[in-house]
């Protein structure tokens, strides 16, 4: 079992989670499993279950319904023209409650029947200490989740490509009734960490600083959350520091000889390297996939297979097999 980074008493957040964004195992963790509200964090959820209801170009007519909400906005009035793809680039860049309120009631019919959407998504993902009320995040009833929680729904949303593009930009464009718009991302971790990759911020009086971030440092993604915390910029940056030593280095490589018909040589040498980081580099297998055999020629420097390279069971990266040497063709004399 790989242990967590010993690092709680220079966190200043109420409750915080780092986990490896490939395999969910947890690198750090400080009250993780504690229920708390998590302010604009919410829209994590209901952007991903946009990006994944298939009507990302449904044109949304606003109603007063959708724009009678406090808080940060897009900026949407009553009778307003929109994408659904643009509501989700306004939740993730600038937070907008009325984004948020849109997505919802035009998915669900309703808040209460898009709050019963995402909590189906919840446990379908093994969300199980989170309620959801309102698709912005805006404090009503027992709207709350949990640090662990909010890691588990940050690294299911990575995987929509639709979401993880969106989140990761620091400006954009929304198209209102035909005339385009530049918004900003209020995740200034993005300019403090060349390598952060979103994900959303979140502020109420009653859940304090929350942030949900990604990193994609040497191609290993690291997930970070904390709740209810004053220095979240700093934390984030400090945990994601600590916890990227645990990670180790594996060089992978192999030289291998495949049959060859019908050339100069009988076999051609051929070689596969790659070098990844994981937690536990015993937990590496690789899966080596080539034709029996080629026929001639081959060229020196081409691919003639591919290596999967898994971590846990989960591929971690893919790099091809190379033939070293030319094989040429050889004609039998009669």
């Avoid at 009250?31 to 708390?36: D, F, H, I, T, V």
């Avoid at 060349?194 to 993604?221: H, M, P, Q, Y």
């Amino acid at each position: 079992m790989i242990p967590t980074v010993a690092y709680s008493a220079d966190c200043s957040a109420a409750s915080a989670i780092v986990i490896d964004g490939l395999t969910n195992e947890i690198l750090y963790e400080k009250n993780a499993y504690e229920e708390r509200s998590m302010a604009s964090t919410t829209k994590i959820m209901t952007s991903l279950i946009a990006c994944e209801s298939g009507k990302l170009d449904d044109i949304v007519s606003v109603t007063d319904e959708m724009v009678n909400v406090i808080g940060t906005s897009l900026g949407l009035r009553a009778g307003d023209k929109i994408s659904l793809y643009d509501l989700v680039v306004g939740m993730l860049m600038v937070s907008g409650n009325d984004a948020a309120n849109a997505v919802g009631l035009y998915l669900g019919g309703s808040t209460e029947g898009f709050a019963a959407m995402m909590n189906e998504k919840a446990r379908s993902i093994g969300m199980n200490s989170s309620l959801f009320v309102t698709p912005s995040g805006l404090d009503e009833g027992n709207h709350h989740s949990t640090a662990y929680d909010m890691a588990i729904l940050a690294s299911n949303a990575l995987q929509n490509e639709i979401f993880a593009q969106i989140c990761k930009e620091g400006r954009m464009e929304v198209t209102i009734n035909g005339e385009k718009h530049a918004v900003y991302n209020h995740n200034k971790l993005l300019s403090f960490l060349d390598d952060c990759i979103g994900i959303k911020t979140g502020f109420t009086e009653k859940a304090g600083r929350c942030l949900v971030s990604a990193v994609n440092r040497n191609g290993k993604i690291m997930i970070c959350v904390t709740l209810n915390d004053g220095d979240d910029w700093n934390d984030h940056i400090s945990l994601y520091k600590e916890c990227d030593k645990m990670y180790q280095k594996k060089e992978i490589k192999e030289n291998i000889s495949i049959d060859v018909v019908g050339g100069d040589k009988n076999t051609v040498s051929a070689s596969y390297s790659a070098e990844i980081s994981v937690l536990n580099p015993q937990l590496i297998t690789v899966e080596c996939y080539h034709f029996p055999f080629l026929y001639a020629p081959v060229e020196q420097g081409s691919e003639i297979g591919k290596v999967i390279i898994k971590y846990k069971e989960k591929e971690v990266a893919s790099v091809p097999i190379v033939a070293e040497e030319s094989v040429e063709y050889y004609a039998k004399q009669e």
